[in-house]
């Protein structure tokens, strides 16, 4: 199909929330050092340890499914550090906030530095977040346990000590959270609520291996001592590689799809770079309305593959472009696309958002068909967008294009996907493909 300009954000990347995290970090981590220098360390050999786990921790970081990086072992052994109260031969364990950040700050910026000197990204922001991260639990848990009455109190109920460094430990998953929601939608990419649920359930995975193993350091330390960091750590690093795999799987897997999309601009019956874009446009309206992170999946694989069923057709269509043909062919085409997506062994769940694109959202006398899933019509709206764009590139050609859509609101086009669109491409720039 034609090919509109892809989608990109006018915001200055000095001035989103990225730069703003990491520069807030850095302030942290300097008066900490600071601190922490003219204060004297507390407990050397623990604070070493720790600050060795960590390192080790940021050099084998994870990149998950969904992109996302993550260092589950050297976040969780920061944490459990934050909540450390007590080793034996030691007694309590009195290093301050200042002390738990600087060891934390001074392991994670030791094991990024071999990613540095490898070429790969630095993941600043990422550091930044988990610095920020035990920051706030430090915050929250260290005067406690600096506390000599309360840690006397809490040797004599340590079911109580269990409870306090859970909700601690929560302090963690809300906290980073807030961050990677607020860096997102300072990026213009969703609104707040709908990126803090994504986030919050996006956590739940590897996040809930990292709090249970931070929360466990601390109680296993306070019988055996600085032994028990291998007997914790080693299960969190079986989970890591398991992720790891699973990782490398669905990266194949989309590689497949994404090699599967392009079937029809190789064979000419589509535009080139048609699917991509419908797709960045897809996911960004997705956002837009708040879908869920697993939804989005859905309508990534959908946008991709919405077009395959085009190579079945005896003679392309003039340029791709769906729109210009009879609502019948639309949905043969449709029909077909889904069926290879059912060959292809994807979920079923993309085969009827795939076969639904071509619907219109609504019927005469029917209010809003709600069988017609909200993927689906968002795939249907940025197609059409795609096809009346064409090459062109100027401002006019978009609001043409919007304008042609909005006509057909009555029943084709669902009303919110198009207002999504319109304020999709308000915030974004259009350049040339």
Do not use: C
């Amino acid at each position: 199909m034609s090919g509109t300009a892809q989608v990109r954000n006018r915001s200055n990347p000095l001035m989103d929330g990225s730069a703003a995290v990491v520069a807030f970090a850095g302030v942290v981590v300097i008066v900490a050092v600071a601190g922490t220098a003219a204060a004297g360390v507390s407990a050397p050999r623990v604070a070493a340890t720790f600050g060795v786990l960590i390192a080790v921790g940021e050099m084998v970081r994870l990149r998950l499914p969904d992109d996302r990086v993550q260092a589950p072992i050297g976040l969780a052994a920061a944490l459990g550090y934050a909540l450390l109260t007590y080793l034996p031969g030691e007694g309590q364990v009195t290093h301050s906030i200042l002390q738990t950040i600087a060891v934390t700050s001074g392991g994670m910026l030791a094991g990024a530095l071999p990613h540095a000197l490898a070429g790969r990204a630095s993941e600043l922001e990422g550091i930044a977040r988990r610095i920020l991260v035990v920051s706030g639990v430090a915050v929250v848990f260290r005067p406690l346990a600096r506390d000599d009455a309360l840690h006397a109190w809490l040797e004599d109920h340590p079911h109580a000590l269990v409870v306090l460094t859970i909700l601690a430990a929560t302090v963690a998953w809300g906290l980073e959270a807030l961050l990677a929601a607020g860096i997102q939608a300072s990026r213009q990419v969703g609104p707040f609520r709908a990126l803090l649920r994504n986030e919050l359930v996006a956590f739940l995975g590897i996040g809930a291996a990292i709090a249970s193993t931070g929360i466990l350091i601390p109680l296993a330390m306070w019988e055996v001592g600085l032994w028990a960091l291998p007997l914790v750590i080693i299960p969190l690093l079986l989970a890591q590689l398991a992720y790891r795999r699973y990782a490398g799987i669905r990266h194949t897997q989309d590689q497949t799809i994404r090699a599967l999309s392009r079937a029809t601009e190789v064979g000419g019956y589509t535009e080139t770079g048609h699917a991509r874009r419908v797709t960045e446009l897809s996911l960004a309206i997705g956002r837009d309305l708040g879908l869920p992170e697993n939804r989005l999946r859905l309508l990534q694989y959908a946008a991709l593959m919405h077009d395959v069923g085009q190579l079945s057709l005896a003679d392309p269509i003039p340029g791709g472009a769906t729109v210009l043909v009879t609502p019948g062919e639309r949905r043969k085409i449709a029909g077909l696309a889904a069926g290879v997506v059912r060959q292809a062994s994807l979920r079923e769940e993309v085969a009827e958002i795939v076969e639904a694109q071509a619907e219109p959202y609504r019927r005469p006398h029917v209010r809003d068909d709600t069988e017609i899933p909200r993927e689906s019509r968002i795939i249907k709206v940025v197609n059409a967008y795609d096809d009346l764009v064409g090459t062109a590139t100027s401002e006019d050609a978009r609001l043409e294009a919007l304008e042609s859509l909005r006509l057909g609101m009555a029943y084709e086009y669902d009303p919110k996907v198009v207002a999504a669109l319109a304020r999709v491409l308000g915030r974004a720039g259009a350049i040339p493909r």
